[in-house]
């Protein structure tokens, strides 16, 4: 058997394909919804019982390359979406995803069929680490744009849920459908690319907008429904959408915190929001950290400091050329550690002197294998980015940490001189899986060395 090309999910590999002739695809009538007591959703008997129409309503997934695909409503029925259409591939953990500000306006498919029966977390129950934000989810909103998943189970069963997924997207005002064929979009997306996509509904559901799409092939296929723009959210900059809008601060708990030696004073970390997740605020202060979480665009190098953080976030790294500048200035400084994930492990590298790449189809789920450059050692992580770091113009005294298993793609680096490190996967992730949170623990590690030193010189040192 032939080997597996190295590095194919790059934009550069991609083919251009022929636009087929325009055709829809309908529901898969199989994919009906679930009942039972804990179920959101009517019954037929309770339909007819009331005198209403058992009528779910049909919206069509459209893709760029003309391919449509009908499927069945179970989130809100507002309007038409556009956005980047992408899959995922993990298991479980949909309300992390959908409230993972990497998500920010892309049309995400679950590749796993059944999706919905464990339900959604309350929103009320708070997290006393986080200053009270909530307890279950990793961000305060939904940023997708659209979900769509093979079968959508209207009923669930989670000692911690309170409410449906379908119901929780319908509060939200994010648009969802089920009975389309994910396995056929996500073979469609890894052959051709990721690519724009809308999710159109009937006018008589949601009205019409006036707008008329005169180069869209498909628009003549679709008359019955509310088109919309093709939108490409990586042609803006998403960071500034998600990230946090003022300084906030987060503490440890009595008793915990992790003190300097020579002035008593919690360790502090700031953080740089660029899309940042809940679940790395928690990472920090479980670990005694005082956590300065500050603006994507704010001038963190007046802040006092032990260490600088670079989070997760969306979109095109080179959009955020406020931060990437800073970053610049800060290796230049030389006065603490800096650690980056995924989109800050981006960062890093831009203000090292690399580049990044759009890759063909990204990686985005929580069963990715990544090989450890330095032990060889391979690890199971969760990802989420479209972007990738080009391992050929890292500088002489940057070097790969980490390499995907798959596609040999980079996943990290570090620096070999300083205490400078990063990588592409998500170490703290929620709901898991959690083999690399240690890197938080050799970050804070590096922080303590450097204060006991009195000196930021060296590379991270790795177990």
């Not at 919905?116 to 990793?138: I, K, Q, R, T, W």
């Not at 911690?160 to 089920?178: C, D, H, Q, T």
Request: proline share 8%; net charge negative; glycine share 8%.
């Amino acid at each position: 058997m032939p080997a597996v090309p190295v590095a194919t999910n790059v934009q550069e590999s991609r083919a251009p394909s022929p636009v087929p002739a325009v055709k829809i695809t309908p529901p898969c009538t199989a994919a009906t919804p679930s009942y039972g007591p804990s179920c959101a959703a009517k019954t037929p008997a309770e339909v007819v019982a009331a005198g209403l129409e058992q009528a779910p309503t049909v919206a069509a997934l459209v893709l760029k390359d003309g391919a449509v695909l009908q499927g069945y409503s179970f989130g809100a029925e507002v309007k038409s979406v556009s956005g980047e259409c992408v899959f995922q591939t993990g298991m479980v953990g949909y309300p992390e995803s959908l409230t993972d500000p990497s998500y920010r306006g892309q049309i995400l498919v679950l590749t796993y069929p059944l999706v919905g029966n464990y339900g959604v977390p309350s929103h009320e129950e708070v997290d006393p680490m986080l200053n009270g934000l909530p307890a279950y989810f990793e961000s305060n909103q939904i940023h997708v744009a659209a979900l769509v998943v093979g079968q959508a189970s209207a009923e669930f069963s989670h000692h911690l849920a309170s409410s449906s997924l379908g119901a929780w997207l319908k509060r939200e005002g994010v648009p969802a459908i089920y009975g389309v064929d994910t396995r056929a979009i996500t073979k469609r997306i890894r052959e051709e690319g990721v690519m724009l996509g809308k999710l159109l509904f009937p006018t008589s559901v949601v009205g019409a907008t006036g707008f008329h799409a005169t180069d869209d092939e498909t628009a003549s296929a679709l008359t019955a429904y509310q088109n919309v723009a093709w939108v490409d959210p990586n042609a803006t900059n998403l960071v500034a959408e998600v990230s946090c809008k003022k300084p906030i601060l987060y503490s440890p708990a009595a008793g915990t915190e992790l003190k300097r030696a020579d002035t008593g004073r919690t360790v502090r970390i700031v953080a740089v929001d660029i899309g940042m997740k809940y679940n790395q605020i928690r990472c920090f202060v479980k670990r005694g950290v005082e956590l300065l979480v500050v603006p994507w665009d704010h001038d963190f190098l007046s802040e006092p400091m032990d260490g600088l953080f670079l989070s997760n976030g969306p979109g095109d790294p080179t959009t955020i050329t406020a931060t990437i500048e800073r970053v610049k200035r800060a290796l230049e400084l030389q006065k603490f550690p800096i650690f980056g994930i995924c989109l800050g492990h981006q960062v890093l590298a831009l203000a090292s002197g690399a580049q990044t790449e759009k890759m063909k189809y990204g990686n985005r789920g929580q069963n990715i294998p990544c090989t450890d450059m330095l032990t060889s050692r391979c690890y199971i992580t969760s990802q989420n980015h479209g972007y990738a770091v080009k391992a050929d113009t890292l500088p002489a005294t940057v070097k790969e940490l980490f390499v995907n298993a798959n596609d040999g793609s980079n996943e990290g680096i570090y620096h070999t001189e300083l205490p400078y490190f990063s990588v592409q996967f998500h170490p703290e992730s929620n709901p898991g899986p959690r083999d690399t949170e240690v890197l938080f623990d050799i970050f804070i590690s590096t922080v303590m060395r450097c204060l006991e030193s009195g000196k930021v010189q060296g590379p991270v040192e790795f177990p």
